[in-house]
């Protein structure tokens, strides 16, 4: 109640009983006033005639003081409401005061911005933090994907709600749709790209106080898969494009496959990187040289076979680069002509970059070029990183240790090295001839061979390792066998 409640005496009845008359949230009440032993107040006598002066002086005031202590209880209640209402109207101020904070946060947090305040988070992943808001982000940097998920994630919103204008104003719904026209023109892992990147702009933008809605991203799932490696070459393959390419186009395949070094990493390898005398190369790789505070840990030392000793002692030393061509398109932006011309040299050699099936197709109607629909994404089964793959494979196969490879190839545990490693069919059958199946005590120099060349002289027959290697032999296919004969022949050579 706003006011103090005040009340009236009034008196009914025969004995004109005291009544209380008062006013409790706009209603009118009266209530029997009594004693503190709970005995009603009266006027008169028992037989109704009037009290004696000093008697009703003392009824009187005895249905004041009961009046009083009705209203004490009346007046605390209020009190204990008002205080009540108090609070309630100061948590209202305090929630107003939030939302309207929080709806002038999410007001300067608009779609067309959001890519400058990401980058303006102290928060931001290391891999942003490299570069300013308003930077020109070099091409093929994490830094740079990001910005291109979040352009065509605009784009999206743009075609598809081009009434939203904030950031707060995507729903889950939004976000769940945009993740579904994704998965439809790309594979699983470049869902989950642009599921991990927009997850991490909201949380960004939320932890530093750009915006307080909620993440829209939060509750979809990553997509399950399957994923599609780059597959080896073989040597022959690999001889095919060193003998089929000449100048740039050929140290480049020689520097991939002898060096194990990225596509990038390659056209831009620099003269001072290279010591021929020592039979070195020694480069901080692309992808790594900013997320390592000790760079000289990061530095791969790479030795230098004598074929690619060859190459590069015969190319002209006519700037920095070791293949300024190459590096100029790089550096321009031109990656896709670099790439094409190592996709036609692999043509060339009969290597199927794509799966077959896959991948965009067209045919011409007049000089009308129309792509045909329906077909399965392109599958990439080989290509420049097949070079990388090479590398790592056959250098295991060949004995390396695994400490060398994971070094040389720039990796950060032996788990990538592993992802990279395959195994040839020719070294899959050598070391699974390796391997004895032990025989028991009493068998192991028993003849195996029922029919030996000398029935008089037992010693012709086979017996103990002998045998079970005959053994293993004898459960060979003719191709298996006619592998490990050309593994044999070429140990006898070296």
Known sequence: MGRKTNGTLIQRGNRETYYLRYMAQGIARRVRLLTPDGKPIHGTGPDGKPLSRAAAIEARKAAEAAADRHLMRIRETDKVERLRQLQNDLRDAETAAAEAEADTLNDRATIADGWGLFMSCPKRPTSCRRYKAGDTIPLHTTASNYRGYYDRFTAWLNENHPKARLLSEVSPDMAARFTDDIGRAGASGTVNKYLQFLKCFYDTLTEAGKVTAPNPFRDI???????????????????????????????????????????????????????????????????????????????????????LADLLAALPRAGEYVLPGMAAKLLEGRHSSAHRAVTSLFERCGIATRAEGTGAAYHYEGKRKVYETGR????????????????????????VPAAIIQRNAGHSNPA???HYTRISDAAAVKYAAALDMPAAPAARDMVIDATPADPDNASDAPTGARAQLRRIIDTMTEEQAAALLATTKEGGKA
Not at 258 to 266: N, Q
Not at 379 to 389: D, E, I, K, T
């Open 376 to 399: 399965p994404r392109a599958v990439v089964q080989y290509g420049f990183h097949s070079l990388r793959y090479s590398y790592i494979s056959h250098n295991a196969e060949s004995g």
């Open 221 to 307: 799932e990553p997509q399950d898969g399957e994923t599609h490696s780059k597959r080896p070459l073989s040597r022959q393959q690999i001889a095919a494009l060193l003998d089929t390419s000449t100048g740039e186009l050929q140290a480049l395949i020689a520097l991939g496959y002898f060096s194990g070094l990225r596509f990038g990493d390659c056209c831009t390898l620099r003269w001072d990187e290279v010591d021929l005398g020592r039979g070195i190369i020694e480069r901080v790789p692309s992808k790594t040289k900013n997320t390592v505070k000790d760079k000289a840990k990061a530095i791969v030392k790479i030795g230098i076979p004598p074929y």
């Open 416 to 418: 990538m090295t592993e």
